[in-house]
């Protein structure tokens, strides 16, 4: 048996075949998400904390 993992801002809109490639954890909370939504929060990181990049040019 396989089981698919489908992304929760999907399902949230009522889409329930989109599948879930990217796992979020914010301490205790986790969410499963697919690529759109997961480049999504990753861009919103980004633009908060800046890139890995930015920092290490910064230290």
Do not use: R, W
Request: charged letters at 30%.
């Amino acid at each position: 048996m396989v089981t698919t993992i489908t992304c929760d801002g999907c399902k949230k809109k009522g889409l329930d075949d989109v599948t879930a490639t990217v796992e979020l954890k914010i301490a205790d909370d986790e969410y499963d998400l697919c690529d759109e939504h997961g480049g999504k929060f990753k861009a919103m990181f980004a633009q908060l904390f800046g890139t890995d990049e930015a920092m290490a040019q910064s230290a």
